[in-house]
Structures are given as C-alpha cells and as structure tokens.
C-alpha cells in the first residue's frame, strides 16, 4: 500500500540574524522527521509548544519551505513544486485551523467564504456554488440560511464548523488540522469533534491532526507520534501509546512516570548532543549525551527513538 | 449557610453589565465560603460567570458597565470582619495585593515589559509591606528562589520577555505571594501552559499552599485540573452555581445533568481500546448568553431530563448529602 502522504527525511532549518552583519543562526525546528500517512488514516501529532508539531504541519502543506528531505502527496514530489502547481493540488489538501475567530475573514458573508474555494479552483458555475455551498453546510450541521451571515454573528463552535465547510468544500482527501477544538468549550468541543470523526469517516479523509490534549488525540486517532524539539520520539497505534509507552518522554507526557517531569523544553537553537530529550529524562545515562537515537521497531508498528531498551518494558 | 470559621464569605452576589438597553446577568446569585488552607475550585465554561465572580471579589472589574448588586462578601481577616463590597477604593486597596492576591491566566500581559522582574515583585512590596529599595530586592529574590526559579539574583534582573510561559507564571506566583495573603484567587494559571509544565505549577501551588496556610479560589475551565487541586468544587453554569460538593462528590458522584454530561464530553485516556465508532456524549447547543437568560433552570433548554416544571421556576440549591449541594429538581432521577 502506498502512503498517500509521505514525508521522507524532513528538515525545516530557520534562519535568526540577530543584526544585519551578524551570522544567522540556525533554529532546527524540524530535524529529520520521516512519517506515511495512508488514505483514510489519521495519524496525531503531540508533544509540547516547541516541538515542531505546527512547523512540520505546515511544511507538509508547503506553508513553509523544507530545507531538506522529501513530501509526496499520492506519489507526487511536492517539496520544490512551484506556487502555481500546489495551487491545483491544495484542491485535495485542506487546512482546518485552532482559531476560528482570526481565520474566518470577518467582512465576508459565509456564502463567499466557501463560494471562494470553489471560485479559486474553478468549480461548478456561480449559481451552483450557492447549492454546493448549501450542501456544505448542511454536512457540518450548519442551517441553510447561515450562507447570508458573517462570521461575528455565529459562536465559536459554530465558526469551526464553518472552518471546517471550507476546508472540505473542494473535496479535500488529506486534512491538517491544528488544533481544531482547543479554543473551544468542552461541552462544545466534543460536538465538533464528533463532527470531524463523521466527516473523516464518511468521506475516508487521511488527517494529521495536532492537539495538545492527550486525551483528544487518543480519541480521535489511529496512530500517534511524538514529537520532542523537532524529533520523533515515539510512533504507535493510539491504543498501544497509551498503555505501553517505551519512550521516557512519552511516558511522562501521559503521566505514567512517578516522578514529574522537571524543567522545560530546551531551546531549539542550541538543541543537547545525543539524545535531545536526555536533559530531562529521569532514565538518562553517560551514552545518551553522544549517541543519536535512531527510530527503532519494538514491535510492528511501534516506534521509538531511545538507547534505554531496559526501562518501560510495559 | 454561613460558616462561622469561614475566611470568605460570598453571600448572594449578583454581578450585572450594562450596555445601552441591555443587561446581562453574568453572576446571578452565587454564594460560598471558604476556609483557611482550603481550595475551592469554580469550574465553568467561558459565559459561566467565573472569571467575574472572581473579579467581582476582588472588586477589579470596570464600573460601569459592571455594577455589584448583591449582597455581601465578608472577609474575615485577622479577627475583624470586612464586607468587600461596602468598602472605600482606598480601603479596598489595603487589601488587594496584601490580603487577597490574584493570579491570571496571561502572565505575559500581567507583567509590565519594561520592569525587570525583581522590580516588579519588589514594587507590590515596597507599596504594601513600605519595605526599603534594598530590602524589597532582596526579598524578592527569596521569593524567586521559593517559587524555583533556578538561578533567583541573576534572574530577577532579566525582563519578562526573556523568561518561558511556565517561568513567568513562577513569577506571577512569586509576585502574588509576597505579602503572604490570606487568600490567593487563581483565574485559570494554568491554561496558557504545556501540560509537563501544568503539572509543576499546580504542585507548585499546592505546596506554597500548605506552607502558608492560604485560602484558594482556583478559577478554571479544565476538570482535569479540579481532580489535582480542589478539595472542593462548584460547578457554574450561566452565572449561578449548580452542584457544589467535595472533589470526590462531583468528579465520582456528579448529581446535576450539567456536571454529569460536562464530565462525560471530555475525551478521556482510557486503556481499553479505542472504538474507532464511539461518539462522545456531546451537550447540545451552547451555553446561552447572560443578557438573555432563560427561565427556570438555565440548563433546561439542553438538558434530557427536562421537563415543564423546569422552566416553571428557578431551582433553588437542593442539599443531597453532608456538603453536596445540586441546583435541579430532577436530581433524584439522574
């Protein structure tokens, strides 16, 4: 089976020029970062701010430039494509954003804010925009009627709904959605993540989705991977991440270690040798301060970036 | 209901805004109290009315639009009795900042950018304790190294732009704390934070907590929080309590259909495996708005067990058993 995404060796590297004649330095937000998403997956991305999760989220949408490594989407090598090529391939890869009150336009009525994405990628005649957009809104539990409205007039919850319209409205089969529910209230944070789940299954979306609360990653995802300082540290199918961590900062994200995890994420300008999360990590030893994890099996399907084969064997 | 060993008393408070025509009841009648070296956590989604319960007690809030319109809180410090709402600017300003202390959510936009950090900790002090430029520095940097902030005396003359989220919530702590306040109200201090980093401050907290024996009024949105700090929990919804009990009584025992599908919306981490077609249990709708409160129960409107009765009358806060407490006429059938 292919992949429908596939992202081979990632690097995201920006460059920070204290002043005009100083040597940039280099912040390596992503580093590496190899990752299939099939037709139809979705694949969560956690880890804490910092990690890279947006970055390589945008990378893959070409929203930023990779400085190294490769993205198919559906065989295609995207990753140098010019502008004008992504623009008919954004047709099949959407955004959904984590805050619907800046990423809505506020001056246009709902019907345009849809009716773009049609209009952009040339879809349909401009009456049967008006149905398609209909149709649209209706899947995202939205009234026929909010077509005439504007953004400032609907909640929250109701806006991330419009969000996610537009994101589908052109028949996306891959979605990026950071964040999605985190500006929203809990009770209405569950209806919209129901939504998303109907949406992904009826429409068979592949999804990477981003969250920052474990406990909305796990429910909506098949597969897991975590992110620390632009890394991989550990991949697994959501059920076996959350029972059987291998990873020491998986575990501790999850709580699962006695003892908290002390201090924070280091910056990503001058990331630690070796293993990047070892100044933290309760199970560091002298090795993990010159030797680079590499992303190892453990079992099929499972994933993980630490020499510490001894400790969380489950 | 009044405890007579309470530190705080909020009895019947009604916090109203108005704008041109209209006036939204953002806290309708809300009452608790709190002892020495208790926490009290008040959960609520945004529009619950929390954060101006909150501000309401610390009389921050811009009048007008906002106007206090009921009833009292007392404030029973150091053997005499206050009531917060009747006091003077000038007396309230005694107690801000030295007797009750605040903590928000943002410390970015609480902490002035062009103070250095000792400055602003030794600013509160200086102003309320009149201790001496050197003296005021020097505590400071205890109260850095309290909140453990590695490093205290080269940090505190570092300004805040240069410190983490998480860093500069230890100094929001740091710079609450200095007066040694008898209650200490946290607006959601932990929201803006990684969850690693959450969990040090909530510890944090808790044990600065017990070592000064403070009251706490822990404001948030987030029930994983209220199962780490509170040893009690009330539930707001639309601007009134709903259900108020001991943390085990809501998060284990929860009677009110609100905090019951409240509980039941959040995804939780389970071990079993995932049922790739389970739904969440979602509460339809939306929280209504504070100028157009709905008769009877506010909850009514998305609530399953509703019925006419409900929207009849106002429930009134039934006691269930001990200290829990439930706003619903149907509670039984829950």
Known sequence: ?314 | MSDPAALITVDDLRTIFRTGEEVARAVDGVSFSLRAGETLALVGESGSGKSVTALSIMRLLPMPPAQIVGRRIVFADRGTEQDLLTLTERQMRRIRGRRIAMVFQEPMSSLNPLLTIGEQIAEGLRLHLGLSRAAAAERACELLARVNIPDPVRRSGEYPHRLSGGMRQRVMIAAALGCNPALLIADEPTTALDVTIQGQILELLRSLQQELCMAMLFVTHDLGVVSEVADRVAVMYAGRIVETGSRAEILSAPRHPYTKALLGSVPRRRSARRDPAARLPAIPGQVPSAAQLPPGCTFAPRCGLAIPACTAARPALQPIAGAHAVRCIRWRET
């Open chain 1, 1 to 314: 089976m292919t992949a429908l995404v596939d992202i081979a060796g990632l690097d995201v590297t920006f460059p920070l020029r204290r002043s005009l004649f100083a040597r940039p330095r280099l912040l390596r937000a992503v580093a590496g970062v190899d990752l299939a998403i099939g037709r139809g997956e979705v694949v969560g991305l956690v880890g804490e701010s910092g990690s890279g999760k947006t970055t390589l989220a945008r990378a893959v949408m070409r929203l930023v430039e990779p400085t190294a490594g490769q993205i198919r989407f559906d065989g295609i090598d995207i990753t140098h494509r010019d502008r004008a090529a992504m623009r008919a391939l954004r047709r099949r890869m959407q955004m959904i954003f984590q805050d619907p009150y800046s990423s809505l336009n506020p001056r246009l009525r709902v019907r345009d804010i849809i009716g773009e994405a049609y209009a952009i990628h040339g879809i349909g005649t401009p009456r049967d925009r008006r149905e398609r957009a209909e149709a649209m809104l209706a899947r995202v539990g939205l009234p026929a009627d909010a077509l005439d409205r504007f953004p400032h007039e609907f909640s929250g919850g109701q806006r991330q709904r419009i969000g996610i319209a537009r994101a589908l409205a052109t028949g996306a089969e891959f979605v990026v959605a950071d964040e999605p529910v985190s500006a929203l209230d809990v009770s209405v944070q569950a209806q919209v993540l129901n939504l998303l789940q109907d949406l992904q299954q009826s429409l068979g979306l592949a999804m990477l989705f981003i969250a920052h609360d474990l406990g909305v990653v796990q429910h909506i995802s098949d597969r897991i991977v975590v992110l620390y300082l632009g890394r991989v540290m550990e991949v697994a199918p959501s059920d076996v991440l959350y029972t059987q961590p291998r990873h020491p900062y998986t575990a501790a994200l999850l709580g699962a270690t006695p003892a908290r995890l002390r201090g924070e994420i280091p910056s990503p300008l001058s990331p630690p040798s070796g293993c990047v999360f070892r100044t933290r990590c309760p199970y560091a030893i002298a090795p993990c301060a010159s030797v680079v994890p590499r992303l190892i099996e453990v079992t099929p399907g499972h994933a993980k970036a630490c020499i510490r084969d001894d400790v969380l064997r489950g």
